[in-house]
Nanobody
Framework: VQLVESGGGLVQDGGSLRLSCAAS????????MTWYRQAPGKERELVAT????????NYADSVKGRFTISRDNPKNTMYLQMNLLKPEDTAVYYC???????WGQGTQVTVSS
């Protein structure tokens, strides 16, 4: 099982980014998958979840209405579309498969004010 995140970067307040999580060794549509983030000096925080079968989604209150989690099953890739970014969204973002306890290496998102 391997997860590789990409798409992070530096963006201004109010900007957008799309993170990708390319998976290998398993089929993403069969498992619950999540995005977490960790800001400096803070604990890792659950940001968004996508359910395996229904494709239903859940979001932290802090990102609801601004972030969208999705997946492309043929590409075996999960995404996090982040709009209206704020400086407090600055963190390292990780994708995770709870069933395997697997984490990617993380991708840095920095939002400047």
């Amino acid at each position: 099982v391997q997860l590789v995140e990409s798409g992070g970067g530096l963006v201004q307040d109010g900007g957008s980014l799309r993170l990708s999580c390319a998976a290998s060794g398993f089929t993403i549509s069969s498992y619950v998958m999540t995005w977490y983030r960790q800001a400096p000096g803070k604990e890792r925080e659950l940001v968004a979840t996508i359910i395996s079968t229904s494709g239903g989604t859940n979001y932290a209150d802090s990102v609801k209405g601004r972030f969208t989690i999705s997946r492309d099953n043929p590409k075996n890739t999960m995404y996090l579309q982040m709009n209206l970014l704020k400086p407090e969204d600055t963190a390292v973002y990780y994708c995770n498969v709870p069933r395997f306890g697997a984490w990617g290496q993380g991708t840095q998102v920095t939002v400047s004010s």
